[in-house]
């Protein structure tokens, strides 16, 4: 026992080391008896990391943590782990509010910004913090790629046999391209695909920027855009790489993630760490089979007709009220921005209000969720997009209490599953931008893997996706959520990667009034449509 308590010290020691703070003597002995008890080393973990994160919400003045300021954020810890977890099954999240993690190479983890000292984001940034956006995104994606089974240091008895040769993989950077004079065969570079000129393309990383051949190149799977992130595989001569395969750098469950940078929270949300390690949360979630979201978008309130199927799809859950409504816009389609569509939206959205209110039982018991869309009021095409003005929303607000306006893109985070809405074309925006167009129609599985893979919500140029500079992470797609709605205009679909599923509800009325519903306890996605009177004669109902 003496031994365990020891080596439990130790542990508690280097893990307040890597993050900049002393622990002295006392405490570490202090938090060794208590931890002793815990025999689970993944709930031991769990409980070092919530600790450290109360202890660094303190004031500190010194990184020398006392005893005081250990018990203080053990009381802290044990208070929110005995409180009611209720008020954490169902939380939103607005997009300007995800937590911000930096990821450390000298560490080699995620740090918060204020600990690694970049200040906090603004709207109007430096001109500095548009480099930022690409480097931060290659540094998620280098690190990531770094630790996959085809790149990491093969183990004995592990690496492919080959001719009789042990044969290895790994990564290069471009200057090591640069650097050599001579023919070099079988490298694999990861960069950023850019076209510096018409028609030519370059790939560019920290150390440098080469020139592309892509005239031989067989793409895998994924839509391939400017400013996407490549595994690049080829030979290397006179200053050109030629590229002979050229893939996306591989994605990573959210399980594995967590398994190397603990129980932080990157999603955001309420609680400290992360929701996948609530034990009630998830035992809520499997006794609540009922549990539904239903997604639509393209919800033209000025369309009579999609009033019409509005009316009828609340009446059909009357009896089985979903978990929660979410709304994506636009809004409006028949007048044009300005006094004119403010005040048109807004007396559509208190007729909606009116509509919902015949309806107590979904008043009640469901949530309804409001994602702006791109032509809708509030601020330009810029994202993240903040939520529909307050001056448009009150008198829905007031007359259904349950309804809540959010940024877009927006996250939900619902017992242990995390889901990300993003109302953009983006499907159509990187089709339209594809450096090379697959011969294959499952579109859906192109863009599943290109957004999980990229870990980001728009990997396309800057102008053609506008983000604000220093917001660009609240469109990280790192750890992997387990949906990701992408309200397109495009047609309905549904996809996965490596459990992380990619829906388009597709629009509502272009889409002949189809929507999607998702059951968390199953994790099941289903496409549904509401019936119009002729097709409910047709059917004899």
Request: hydrophobic letters at 35%; a negative charge.
């Amino acid at each position: 026992m003496a031994l365990e308590q020891k080596q439990i010290k130790q542990k508690v020691q280097g893990i307040f080391k890597l993050n900049g703070l002393q622990l002295r003597q006392e405490p570490a002995k202090y938090l060794a008896d208590l931890l002793v008890g815990v025999r689970d080393n993944d709930i031991r973990e769990e409980w070092i990391d919530k600790i450290l994160c109360h202890v660094q919400k303190q004031k500190l003045e010194t990184a020398v943590i006392s005893q005081d300021m250990v018990e203080k954020a053990v009381n802290e810890c044990t208070t929110d782990e005995g409180a009611d977890e209720n008020k954490n099954i169902l939380n939103t999240i607005n997009t300007f509010e995800v937590p911000r993690f930096t990821y450390s190479i000298d560490r080699k983890k995620f740090l918060k910004d204020d600990v690694v000292g970049r200040e906090p984001p603004r709207l109007l940034s430096g001109a500095g913090v548009k480099n930022r956006i690409f480097l931060d995104r290659y540094t998620n994606i280098q690190q990531r790629t770094a630790r996959h089974d085809l790149f990491s240091k093969a183990k004995t008895g592990e690496l492919e046999q080959e001719g009789g040769v042990q044969k290895k993989y790994s990564l290069k950077p471009v200057k090591f391209l640069l650097g050599t004079v001579e023919r070099l065969d079988n490298v694999i570079v990861l960069g950023m695909l850019t076209q510096m000129s018409h028609g030519s393309y370059f790939l560019e990383d920290p150390s440098g920027v080469v020139k592309l051949d892509m005239s031989e190149a067989k793409f895998h799977t994924g839509l391939y855009t400017e400013n996407s992130f490549v595994l690049a595989e080829g030979w290397f001569d006179d200053e050109v790489f030629h590229v002979l395969a050229l893939g996306f750098p591989p994605a990573e469950k959210s399980s594995v993630t967590r398994q190397f940078f603990g129980s932080a929270n990157f999603f955001g949300g309420p609680m400290d760490t992360t929701v996948k390690a609530s034990e009630k949360l998830e035992e809520f979630e499997k006794k609540n089979p009922d549990g539904m979201f239903v997604f639509l978008s393209d919800v033209w309130l000025d369309e009579p007709e999609v009033l019409t199927r509005l009316r009828s799809l609340f009446a059909g859950y009357v009896n089985m009220p979903p978990t929660m409504f979410v709304l994506c816009g636009n809004f409006i389609t028949h007048y044009p921005s300005g006094v004119q569509y403010n005040n048109a939206l807004k007396e559509q959205l208190k007729q909606l209000g009116e509509m919902i209110n015949r309806y107590p039982e979904l008043k009640e018991k469901s949530k309804f969720l409001f994602i702006p869309g791109p032509s809708d009021p509030g601020s330009p095409a810029i994202y993240p997009r903040p939520p529909l003005p307050q001056h448009i929303t009150k008198e829905l607000k007031e007359l259904v209490p349950s309804a809540e306006f959010l940024s877009n893109p927006a996250r939900v985070q619902y017992c242990t599953q995390e889901i990300v809405i993003f109302r953009e074309d983006i499907v159509t925006k990187m089709c339209r931008n594809a450096v090379y167009f697959p011969q294959t129609s499952n579109i859906a599985e192109h863009v599943a893997r290109t957004l999980t893979c990229q870990g980001h919500l728009a990997p396309l140029p800057l102008h053609t996706a506008p983000v604000y500079w220093d917001f660009d992470r609240s469109l990280s797609l790192y750890p992997l959520p387990d949906l990701v709605v992408v309200a397109d205009k495009f047609e309905p679909f549904s996809s996965q990667n490596l459990e992380c599923q990619v829906i388009n509800p597709g629009s509502f009325k272009r889409q002949d009034f189809q929507f999607h519903t998702y059951v968390p306890s199953t994790r099941v996605v289903e496409e549904s449509q509401v019936p119009g009177e002729m097709d409910i004669m047709d059917y004899g109902y």
